[in-house]
T-cell receptor
Framework: GENVEQHPSTLSVQEGDSAVIKCTYS??????FPWYKQELGKRPQLIID?????GEKKDQRIAVTLNKTAKHFSLHITETQPEDSAVYFC???????????FGAGTTVTVRA | DAGVTQSPTHLIKTRGQQVTLRCSPK?????VSWYQQALGQGPQFIFQ???????QRGNFPDRFSGHQFPNYSSELNVNALLLGDSALYLC?????????????FGPGTRLLVL
């Protein structure tokens, strides 16, 4: 099955700086890559996703890039704000799979 | 537009007991997936229900079972609870049976097994 690795496990950034989280996946056939944000005690919320036919997608301060050759995808948060502090999870789906395979998560702390 | 709802929010059980968790999908969604999230880890897929049948199952023992009702709501049942079953149980709903459909999560049920 699909195996997703996520780095780093923790990330501390100064407010206003950028944050980058990287995930690698094992199955080159995987074609859907969502990112979820989970605040303490809350549900995971989809913040952005990308499909394998696209190399980059942006939504305001958030962007995701996909490198199919290297089998990795990254989340970029620019101009970080305190409310960006949360745990971020990447996930991948294989074309023959209905499940989401998640990374272990990255705890992002934005220092004021 | 109602989002995914789950009940109860918290539950405490003892080893060997049985538990039933409930999920109502987002309005218009017909597919329900269940995930287990242990503390400090990413969600792990338990199974997915579509058209009232288990369509795919993750690496979980038969103690974990489920059901989907005609109104698309779903239940997760866990028998013979173990201490290691303590976790946040998340329900996610999606539309249709297409692979790669966005899954929207509920708030979860936090289960503590003593």
């Amino acid at each position: 099955g699909e195996n997703v690795e996520q780095h780093p496990s923790t990330l501390s950034v100064q407010e206003g700086d950028s944050a980058v989280i990287k995930c690698t996946y094992s199955d080159s056939a995987s074609n859907y890559f969502p990112w979820y944000k989970q605040e303490l005690g809350k549900r995971p919320q989809l913040i952005i996703d990308i499909r394998s036919n696209v190399g980059e997608k942006k939504d305001q301060r958030i962007a995701v890039t996909l490198n199919k050759t290297a089998k990795h995808f990254s989340l970029h948060i620019t101009e970080t704000q305190p409310e960006d502090s949360a745990v971020y999870f990447c996930a991948a789906t294989h074309p023959n799979d209905y499940k989401l395979s998640f990374g272990a998560g990255t705890t992002v702390t934005v220092r004021a | 537009d109602a989002g995914v709802t789950q009940s109860p929010t918290h539950l405490i059980k003892t080893r060997g007991q049985q538990v039933t968790l409930r999920c109502s999908p987002k309005s218009g969604h017909d597919t329900v997936s269940w995930y287990q999230q242990a503390l400090g880890q990413g969600p792990q897929f338990i199974f997915q229900y579509y058209e009232e049948e288990e369509r795919q199952r993750g690496n979980f023992p038969d103690r974990f079972s489920g059901h989907q009702f005609p109104n698309y709501s779903s239940e997760l049942n866990v028998n013979a609870l173990l201490l290691g079953d303590s976790a946040l149980y998340l329900c996610a709903s999606s539309l249709s049976n297409r692979i790669g459909e966005t899954q929207y999560f509920g708030p979860g049920t936090r289960l503590l097994v003593l």
